[in-house]
């Protein structure tokens, strides 16, 4: 018998368990392991390829009218794409998700889910239809200086409706 990291409800001294449970734990762990290299594999290859996208940008646009459009157009639809979409709704529904799913079942569970993207994607329609049309009044109440020059204030205004959908 190995020590693994199972625990006596009575003695709550680490307990001997069998080898298929010990075989079991470590099997866990290592495709914990996998995921999370997988996931951080993803993730560091996002942040050079964003690296890679703001240098050419820079590269071939410089400082210019256009760039400071895109920028401040960009700002506000990437926000919310990391609250909603891999921010602090993710960060608090995962963990809802799997009590809900210990408790309910797994039928329970999909429908659950279900019913909660289905939700989720109404919200997401009205804010990206309510940030479409009060665009300019986005940009004004984010970028004001943009406003004195009606050019920068129009091709900013354009480039947040092409990007909120975002």
Not at 26 to 35: E, F, G, P
Not at 86 to 99: D, H, N, R
């Amino acid at each position: 018998m190995a020590l693994c990291c199972c625990r006596r409800a009575v003695s709550h001294k680490w307990a001997l368990c069998s080898p298929a449970l010990y075989l079991k734990a470590q099997t866990l762990s290592m495709n914990l392991l996998k995921s999370l290299a997988a996931v951080s594999s993803i993730t560091m290859i996002s942040r050079v390829l964003g690296f890679v996208r703001d240098t050419l940008l820079a590269r071939i646009f410089g400082a210019s009218m256009a760039t400071d459009a895109f920028f401040i157009a960009f700002k506000l639809p990437n926000l919310l794409r990391r609250i909603f979409a891999e921010g602090a709704f993710s960060q608090a529904f995962v963990p809802i998700l799997a009590e809900y799913k210990t408790q309910q079942g797994e039928e329970a569970t999909r429908t659950f889910i279900a019913y909660v993207s289905g939700l989720l994607t109404l919200v997401l329609m009205l804010v990206t239809l309510v940030g479409m049309l009060a665009a300019p009044w986005v940009i004004w109440a984010t970028a004001p200086g943009f406003a004195n020059t009606p050019e920068k204030f129009a091709l900013t205004t354009d480039l947040l409706r092409v990007t909120f959908p975002y």
